[in-house]
């Protein structure tokens, strides 16, 4: 088993290099054909009176002389020792912006994602116990409905309900008012909120992979037998359909990864979270394409990730699926 699951990701990894090659040249790409001038956009106000010599000496510091696909092998080239250049936008090294933020990142996405997979996975197990009934009905109902709602507007509402209303949660940021310092107890209660909206926004699809996978598991052939055997309802619904209706969820795992990014980016603005996110948003307004670009590859990155983390989990958790193929 482990021999096939090794060989996939060796052949996943030599297949993840064009992929991040050519996502890395279409960001220099789209960045030559913009039509903002990185220099001005560094210097800001000051570059207005800044003579000719001195934005030629900027230009030369910030490397965006020369043809794009020359600067894209440069920058390429220094990444691979993890020197992603400068950011333009916050006046630091992009590897230094994302070592400070990408913490917060990943914490904010692993207790939403598990919050969405835990209750996702019991709400549509209890769903497809009674399909028809009225707890079926209504969480059908509702995560249709969610699934149409944006992450911002339920970060919008959760401000408004949690926040201002019953005043039980803080509306945003890391810290107390007042304070500067990051404490267990200020960090759990300014992580709960956003990190319950970015949870309910995916909720959705895991309840009714989940409540679709275990209600055709309860009418197969191997589970009408076990209940003729005599088992418990309770040992039939949690040892064999539950564990056959959960294969697909494993696959539905890595393709929510562009979207959890994508909900984590709308939070945390929402939240003043200071994750990637945020400084996603200020590369892209300020044209801080260095940034961008590391943080493109970064997103990339996790979704091959999740992708081939999704195929090992199902490949290992059913014998029938030979890795080779995948």
Partial sequence: MWGPAARLVGRRLLAAVPVLAAVTFGVFAVAAASPFDPV??????AGLNASQETLDQLRANLNVDGPFPQRWWNWLTSAVTGDFGDSTSLRQPVAQVITERLGWSVLLCAVGFAFAVLVGTVLGLA???????????????????????PPFWLGLLGIW???LQFDVLPAGGLTDSGSDVVTASALLRHLALPALVLGISQVPWFLLYVR??????LAED????????????????????????????LTLIGSRIPELITGALLVETVFSWPGIASATVEAATATDFPLLAALTTLAT???????LLSDL??????????????
Wanted: proline share 2%; charged share 20%.
């Fill in 313 to 326: 989990g199902y490949g290992l958790a059913d014998p029938r699926v030979a890795m080779e193929e995948m």
């Fill in 222 to 249: 191997a589970v009408r037998g076990a209940r003729a055997r005599g088992l418990s309802e309770r040992t039939v619904l949690l040892g064999h359909a539950l564990r056959s209706g959960l294969l697909p969820v």
């Fill in 40 to 45: 001005q956009q560094y210097a800001g106000s």
């Fill in 127 to 149: 769903a497809a116990r009674r399909r028809g009934g009225l707890l079926d009905r209504t969480v059908t109902s509702l995560s249709y409905t969610l699934e149409a709602a």
């Fill in 301 to 307: 990155v996790a979704v091959l990730a999740g992708n």
């Fill in 212 to 217: 679709q996978g275990v209600g055709d598991a």
């Fill in 161 to 163: 309900l949690f926040a």
